[in-house]
């Protein structure tokens, strides 16, 4: 099913803070490119891990996005995370769209801190 850039990104935003990971994963193409913190990742399994290893490190996290940047078929954010068991205040994402609105690369940084 096609979406815009912005309606699987809604999805994106509202799998994640479910932590429904086979949700999130149904946003990329079989061949994404998954880039983050000096790691290459590829396919709906490196997705997959990429985001297993996510919510394990902000479990059940509070999500905030200052700042969302949409141009054509590319995204840009920033945006923080706070959880119990740790939060993060400096990650930025890049997404890549396809036409049919699927996300076939994105690029993410953060630095996981001890909470409070």
Do not use: C
């Not at 945006?79 to 036409?99: L, Y």
């Amino acid at each position: 099913m096609a979406r815009t850039p912005q309606e699987t990104f809604q999805h994106h935003v509202e799998a994640l803070g479910a932590q429904d990971i086979d949700a999130i994963v149904e946003d990329y193409t079989d061949d994404a490119l998954f880039i983050g913190n000096g790691t290459v990742r590829r396919g709906l399994d490196g997705v997959r891990a990429a985001f297993v290893e996510l919510t394990d490190t902000v479990p059940d996290a509070s999500w905030e996005l200052p700042k969302v940047v949409f141009e054509d078929d590319i995204l840009y954010l920033e945006w923080t995370a706070d959880s119990a068991k740790n939060r993060i205040e400096d990650g930025t994402d890049t997404f890549v769209f396809t036409e049919d609105g699927q996300i076939r690369v994105q690029t993410v940084m953060y630095t996981p801190q001890p909470p409070g």
